[in-house]
């Protein structure tokens, strides 16, 4: 089992049977590198990250990344595989930091709900802590630092119109639906009145800027461990 990956937690298992019988179906179609479905089937779990539940699949020397939302209700717009396998299948032949897909799969009676198949990609990820292989080397730090903001800056400067990517948002009006979105989730889950946080609601409203001239790709949750 590989260091980053755990047995998969209790209660979290999924139909491996039938999950393995999609994917020897499926697979041969993705021109998978050197991809071997021969062996059997072995599963391990990632163990971080608070939301979608992400497991490695091993054919022998083949690996695969699952992703699927979690298990329970879940809001219909979070956790929306089907919309993140688009983006990432069109993004990236134009952004390669972005993992390939394979496939997806939105027959929920596989494993339960919608999930897609992407490639295993091999890296550090640094959490709370540094790791000790790194920890403590300036240079390391401040050549993470530069490489994190130059995959943003890479990220933001895509031309989406060349790129043939218009199709897959909806820059106009954007950052009003997202305080919207905020003033919202506030509303429903505040326990008493905070005079400072309608303030807050009132102003962002007030000074929304203009749509862009030229729209931009943006990464919801961009952080050091999730890259």
Not at 40 to 55: C, E, I, K, R, W
Not at 121 to 146: A, F, K, Y
Not at 208 to 227: E, M, R, S, T
Request: glycine share 6%; with cysteine.
């Amino acid at each position: 089992m590989l260091p980053d990956t755990k047995p998969v937690r209790s209660g979290e298992a999924l139909d491996w049977a039938r999950l393995e019988a999609w994917l020897r179906d499926r697979l041969p179609a993705s021109n998978i590198p050197a991809s071997d479905l021969r062996e059997p089937m072995q599963v391990a779990q990632f163990p971080g990250g608070h939301s979608n539940l992400t497991y490695h699949v091993r054919f022998g020397g083949t690996e695969l990344v699952i992703r699927r939302p979690p298990f329970g209700p879940v809001p219909p717009t979070a956790h929306d595989m089907a919309r993140e396998y688009r983006w990432l299948a069109a993004v990236h032949p134009v952004f390669p930091l972005a993992p390939r897909v394979y496939a997806l799969c939105e027959d929920s009676a596989v494993v339960g709900s919608v999930f897609y198949v992407m490639e295993r990609r091999h890296g550090m990820v640094v959490r709370t802590e540094e790791p000790p292989s790194i920890s403590n080397q300036p240079d390391v730090r401040r050549g993470v630092s530069l490489a994190v903001v130059d995959a943003l800056a890479d990220l933001h400067s895509i031309d989406t119109v060349a790129a043939g990517l218009s199709y897959l948002g909806k820059p106009h009006g954007f950052v009003e639906r997202q305080v919207r979105g905020w003033t919202e989730r506030w509303n429903r889950s505040k326990t008493s009145d905070v005079p400072e946080m309608e303030a807050l609601s009132r102003w962002l409203v007030e000074s929304l800027p203009p749509d862009p001239a030229q729209p931009a790709i943006v990464h919801g949750d961009f952080k050091l461990d999730n890259l």
